[in-house]
T-cell receptor, first 119, second 114 residues
Framework: AQKITQTQPGMFVQEKEAVTLDCTYDTSDPSYGLFWYKQPSSGEMIFLIYQGSYDQQNATEGRYSLNFQKARKSANLVISASQLGDSAMYFCAMREFVYSGGGADGLTFGKGTHLIIQP | DGGITQSPKYLFRKEGQNVTLSCEQNLNHDAMYWYRQDPGQGLRLIYYSQIVNDFQKGDIAEGYSVSREKKESFPLTVTSAQKNPTAFYLC?????????????FGSGTRLTVV
């Protein structure tokens, strides 16, 4: 079973609208972290926002916020007032702190959502 | 400025050749990682290292090898045993003491087999 599921392969959004990118995850680890990254066409991975499993408040970073619903295992990224420069691939990722699953201590990524902002 | 440098940006390899991708960081991070990215597949972990002279296999280590002789450097060798090496390769690092830290990534190497 996939650990990170991003159900939207691609999205078209009008400039200045808010955008919600979906992410659901699967873990039996009580302690984990959730991350969102942006990948422009240049290929670099840009860290956007982090949410810890024990954090009581939803994380926010400027125009980015994370809608964390722990019981539903959901960690959606919300981008307010979208801009043309937001066009990119967006990846949700998880790091399990107690049980790494297969012994690999690294981030597990979803397949990504290709977001295109239209003027 | 601190960061991760990957070189070369583009690499072409003939069938049956080994090639080595460079990854250098000056962030003083303990842990380093190699990921492979294919279209529509997201990122998959190849190898990681949490300390000098030690490294662990990730999910898709077959056909790859690494070394970690210095804290700053984590080169990846794509061997002739890798059946389909054409992909985008990303190196990352993180401070081992802070598991909340989002990884820092390099700008990637695009490898093409010709």
């Amino acid at each position: 079973a996939q650990k990170i599921t991003q159900t939207q392969p691609g999205m078209f959004v009008q400039e200045k609208e808010a955008v919600t990118l979906d992410c659901t995850y699967d873990t039996s680890d009580p302690s984990y972290g959730l991350f969102w990254y942006k990948q422009p066409s240049s290929g670099e991975m840009i860290f956007l926002i982090y949410q810890g499993s024990y954090d009581q408040q939803n994380a926010t970073e400027g125009r980015y916020s994370l809608n964390f619903q722990k019981a539903r295992k959901s960690a959606n990224l919300v981008i307010s007032a979208s801009q043309l420069g937001d066009s990119a691939m967006y990846f949700c990722a998880m790091r399990e702190f107690v049980y790494s699953g297969g012994g690999a201590d690294g981030l597990t990524f979803g397949k990504g959502t290709h977001l295109i902002i239209q003027p | 400025d601190g960061g991760i440098t990957q070189s070369p940006k583009y690499l072409f390899r003939k069938e049956g050749q080994n090639v080595t991708l460079s990854c250098e960081q000056n962030l003083n991070h303990d842990a380093m990682y190699w990921y492979r990215q294919d279209p529509g597949q997201g990122l998959r972990l190849i190898y990681y290292s949490q300390i000098v002279n030690d490294f662990q296999k990730g999910d898709i280590a077959e056909g790859y090898s690494v070394s970690r002789e210095k804290k700053e450097s984590f080169p990846l060798t794509v061997t002739s045993a890798q059946k389909n090496p054409t992909a985008f390769y990303l190196c990352a690092s993180s401070p081992e003491w802070d598991r909340n830290y989002g990884y820092t990534f390099g700008s990637g190497t695009r490898l093409t087999v010709v």
